[in-house]
C-alpha cells in the first residue's frame, strides 16, 4: 500500500520534530540557563509552527482520510494507529492556526505567570490567564464540534474512554467509602518517632542512593540517566532513551527516594515497548492513567512495603549512618506511610491523595458546566479542603495556586492520577496471583516483577485501550474496590491493629 | 527593504533549525545515553535534510543573488552579513543533494569508526573512512569551482583570508626561530618536584575550583553554565546561552584548571558579542582563529602567569591542603609552564603546541597536493615528529589517531590553532600598553580586561574580518614576530636564567 508508505513517511518527519522540541523541553527542565529562555521561545515558535502545518496539511489530511476509509484491510495495530491519527486530525484541522499560535503563545506567558504568583502567593496574577486558559480550552471543545459535554471531551484527551459519567461512578464510591475511613485513621494519635524527617541528609550521598535504586531495580542505563529538576519527571523519545529526573533537598531523604522510585515506574514502562512502534503514533505508554499506574505501584506497592525496605534499609543506613543510627525497617515502614491531613498534593500520603484529586475533579467540573466561576475559584479550593481533610490552606500558594497543571493547559488531567492508583491495586491483585511479589522484593529481585509487568502491559506501548489492558491482565473490567480494599487492608494493619 | 525582511526570515528560520541541531549536539556530547544515538541519527538526517532544503531553495537564492547585486546600498554590517551569505550559497548550490546526504552519513559512520580505531590502535580500521572523507572534500572544492589551490579553499572556509601562502610565511618563521629554541629549553635537565602531578585530586573539589574559576574570570551564570564532557569545549546559541565544559580525572588536576580557562576565553568572547547581531549570521566569533586568540590568551597568558596564581593559589590549596602542601607560587608556575617533548597535541605544553600543529598542516598540506597518500601517513607522521620533537610515538593512537578533527570532516582546521596563539601574542602586547595586566591579575580583577577584550574584540561578532580586528587592534597587520618573542622571553626567563 503506498498510501501507507507516505503515512510512515509523514509521520516520521513529524516525530523529528517533536523529538527536537523534546530535548529542548528536557534541557529547558534540566540545566540551560535564564537567559537561553528568549531566544528558545522564537525557535520553539518557529518548530512548533512547522509541526501545526504539517499535522494539518492537505496532503497529511488526505492520507489519513484515505487510510481510515479502508481500515478494515489494516491489521489491528495498524487500525489503531489510523484511528489515533484521525481523532487528532479531526479536532486539529477544526483550529484556526491562529488561536493555535495564540494558545501556545499564552502557555509560554502563563507558566512564568504562575510561577511568579505561586511564588508571591498573588491569585490575582494568575487569576486572568488561568480564565483565558479555560475560555480557550472551552473554544476548542466548540470548534471540534463533537457530541458531548466539554469537561467530557477534555477527560477523554488524557484517558481515553473516560468521561464524567465514570469517573463520579469511581469517585462516588471513594467518597462513600474512604472519606470516613481516612477520617477515622486522621483521629488516631501518632507520635511515633520518624528519624527520616528530623535530620539532615546531604545530597551526594541522597545521589548515590537513587543511583542505587536504579541498579536495583533493573534500570538499564545504556537506554537512559538519571538527573535531577524542580519537578521530578520521566522523558523520553523511544524505549532506548528514557530520561528521570528527582529532585534533592536535605530535609527531605523521602523526596528524592520516592520521587526516584514513583518515576522508576514511568521509565521502565517506556525502557520495556516493543520497539516495534517506534516509528509509530502507538510508540509510548497507552494513557496518562495506565502510566500513573505503574508509577504508583513502584511508589507505593514496592517503594512504601516492608519486604523492599527489609532489602534495601541497610544500603540507606550505610550511607546515614549517624542520621538513620538504630532505625528499623518498621521505623522506615511508618514513616513512609504516615496519614496526615496536608495542603499539597505532591506531597500528600498515599492514603489521602486520592481527596486531593477529588476536590481537583470536582473544581474542573464545575468551571467547565458554568456552576463555577474563576473569581469563585479560591473560595471554592478552600471550602472542598474543609470538607474533604478537615483542613483550610492558609495561602493560595498553598492551595488553589501549588499545582503546575493548570498554568501548562492540563485541565482534564488529574483525574488520571487517582484513576492510575486504583488501576496499580486491580493489576497488583492480579500479579499476586502469579507472583509471590513480597518474596521477591524482599530478594531485591525485581527481575521477574519487571518481566510480568513487560509482558501483560508495557511491551504493548499504545496499541491497547486502558479498557483492554484492565480486562487483557486482571481478567475483569476496571473496579474501584480493589482500591478501596487495599488502602482499608494497608492503614487498618498500620493504624487500627 | 522588502527583499531584506524576507532575507531576515529565511535567517531566522535557517537558524532555528541549527538552534535544534545544536541543542542535540549538545545533549549527545554531554549526557545522552548510548542508545539514544541511533534514533537520534534518522532526526538528524531528517532535520539536516531541512536544512540543506532551505539554505538552497530558489527563494533563498533569489533574495541572496537580489541583496548581493545591490550591495552597494546596504550598511557595512548588513554588506558583511550579504557577502557571508552569498560566499557559503555559492559553494552549498553545487553540490548534488546526494553528495551532501552522503557525506553527512560519512561523518556519522566516520566518527564511531574512528573512537573504535583510537581505543584499539587499529589504523586500518580507520584509514578507509579517511581516505573517503578525503576524497569527498576534493569533490567538493571541485564542484565550487573557484581559483587556486583545493586545500587553499579549505584553509579560508576555517580562517577567512588565509591561504598556504600566508601559513607558510607564518610557519616558516616559526621554523626558523622556533625549533632550533625548543630543541635548547628540551635540553635542559629538569628535575624540580611537581606536586602538581604527582597527587591524586578528588573531582568534587576540582568541580569547585572550576566554578571558583568561573566566578573570579566573570562569566555570567545567567546566561551560560559549566559542565563535564569527554573533550572540553564551548557552545553557543546566542550571547544569553553560551556553555563551556571541562574534563575531570583524579590524576591530573591542571587538565581541568587549564581546560576550563581556555573555554572560558571562548565563552567569555561568545558572552560579550552584542545582541544586534543576535538574529543575523554575524552572530557568533569571527574565525576559528580570532577565537582561538581569545581562549589560549585566557589560558596561556592570564592562567599561566605568576600574577594570577599570586592571587588564586590559596584557593587552590585551600580545596586540597595536603596534596599541596608547601606548594609555592614558584611550583605552580614551573609546573603549568613545563616543557616536554610529548605524543599528544592537547597535553602539549605551550612552547612545543605549535611544532605539533605544523605537523598536521604539512601533512594537511601534502595530502590535498599529492605529495602523500592516506597509506604513508603513519609513516609521514612519525618521521615528523622525529624531525620537530625528537620522539616517536609508540602507536598510532598516540599518533595519527590522536586528533577527532579529521574523523569529524575538519580538515584546513588545525592552522587556526598557531595562528591564534600567535594573534593572541600581538593582542595581548598591544592590551599591555593600555592596561596593567599583572597588577590586574594579581589583584583578581578581570573586569577590566574582559572590558578592553568586548571593547576592541568580542562585541564587533562576525561583523570584522581577522585583518581588520588585527590592525584595529593593534594597529600593524598580523606579524608572527610578538608570538616568537612572548616564547622566547617567557622560556628565557624560566629556563635558561
Given amino acids: 500500500m503506498e498510501r501507507l508508505e507516505r503515512f510512515r513517511t509523514l509521520v516520521k518527519e513529524l516525530k523529528a520534530y517533536q523529538y527536537v522540541m523534546n530535548v529542548i523541553g528536557w534541557d529547558s527542565e534540566t540545566e540551560a540557563p535564564r537567559g537561553a529562555f528568549g531566544p528558545r521561545a522564537e525557535v520553539m515558535g518557529i518548530i512548533g509552527g512547522e509541526i501545526f502545518k504539517r499535522s494539518t496539511s492537505q496532503e497529511y489530511q488526505d492520507v489519513v482520510n484515505g487510510l481510515y476509509r479502508d481500515i478494515a484491510s489494516l491489521d489491528a495495530d495498524t487500525a489503531k494507529e489510523i484511528r489515533r491519527a484521525k481523532k487528532a486530525l479531526d479536532k486539529i484541522v477544526t483550529i484556526p492556526e491562529a488561536d493555535f499560535v495564540g494558545y501556545q503563545r499564552l502557555l509560554t506567558l502563563a507558566q512564568p505567570a504562575w510561577e511568579d504568583a505561586k511564588a508571591k502567593n498573588d491569585w490575582a496574577g494568575f487569576k486572568p490567564f488561568l480564565a483565558d486558559i479555560i475560555e480557550m480550552n472551552k473554544k476548542f471543545v466548540g470548534y471540534y464540534g463533537l457530541p458531548g459535554e466539554p469537561y467530557d471531551i477534555l477527560l477523554d484527551e488524557f484517558e481515553e474512554g473516560m468521561s464524567m459519567k465514570a469517573y463520579d461512578k469511581f469517585f462516588n464510591a ?95 514502562y517506556e525502557q520495556q515497548i516493543d520497539p516495534i512502534f517506534d516509528a509509530t503514533l502507538l510508540s509510548s505508554g497507552t494513557t496518562m492513567g495506565i502510566h500513573e499506574s505503574q508509577s504508583r505501584m513502584y511508589e507505593n506497592m514496592f517503594g512504601r512495603s516492608r519486604p523492599f525496605w527489609q532489602k534495601h534499609l541497610s544500603e540507606l543506613k550505610r550511607l546515614f549512618p549517624t542520621q538513620l543510627k538504630g532505625a528499623t525497617v518498621d521505623d522506615v515502614v511508618f514513616a513512609a506511610n504516615k496519614v496526615e491531613a496536608s495542603y499539597i498534593r505532591t506531597e500528600a500520603d498515599e492514603l489521602t491523595y486520592p481527596l486531593h484529586i477529588m476536590l481537583r475533579y470536582d473544581i474542573e467540573r464545575m468551571l467547565f458546566s458554568g456552576k463555577l466561576t474563576v473569581d469563585e475559584l479560591p473560595a471554592k479550593w478552600n471550602e472542598l479542603m474543609k470538607s474533604y481533610l478537615g483542613i483550610v490552606p492558609p495561602t493560595d500558594s498553598e492551595g488553589v495556586l501549588q499545582d503546575v497543571h493548570w498554568s501548562s493547559g492540563l485541565i482534564g488531567y488529574f483525574p488520571t492520577y487517582a484513576l492510575g492508583t486504583a488501576y496499580a491495586a486491580q493489576i497488583y491483585h492480579a500479579m499476586q496471583k502469579e507472583l509471590d511479589i513480597d518474596k521477591l522484593l524482599r530478594a531485591g529481585d525485581m527481575g521477574p516483577i519487571n518481566a510480568w509487568l513487560k509482558d501483560k502491559i508495557h511491551r504493548f506501548g499504545g496499541s491497547k485501550s486502558p479498557e483492554q489492558i484492565m480486562l487483557d491482565v486482571t481478567g475483569e473490567p476496571f473496579d474501584p474496590h480493589y482500591y478501596i480494599d487495599y488502602l482499608k487492608k494497608k492503614y487498618t494493619a498500620l493504624y487500627l491493629s
Wanted: aromatic letters at 12%; proline letters at 6%; charged letters at 25%.
Fill in 174 to 268: 471513594l467518597k462513600k467509602d474512604l472519606v470516613p475511613f481516612v477520617k477515622k485513621i486522621l483521629a488516631v494519635k501518632n507520635d511515633r518517632r520518624d528519624p527520616f524527617a528530623e535530620a539532615k541528609f546531604p545530597i551526594d550521598n541522597q545521589q548515590i542512593f537513587s543511583n542505587y535504586l536504579l541498579t536495583v531495580m533493573k534500570f538499564d542505563r545504556s537506554r537512559g540517566l538519571l538527573k535531577k529538576s524542580v519537578h521530578p519527571f520521566t522523558w523520553n523519545t523511544s524505549p532506548a532513551d528514557v530520561r528521570l529526573t528527582t529532585r534533592y533537598s536535605p530535609d527531605a531523604l523521602f523526596g528524592s527516594v520516592f520521587s526516584t522510585i514513583h518515576e522508576l515506574g514511568h521509565a521502565t
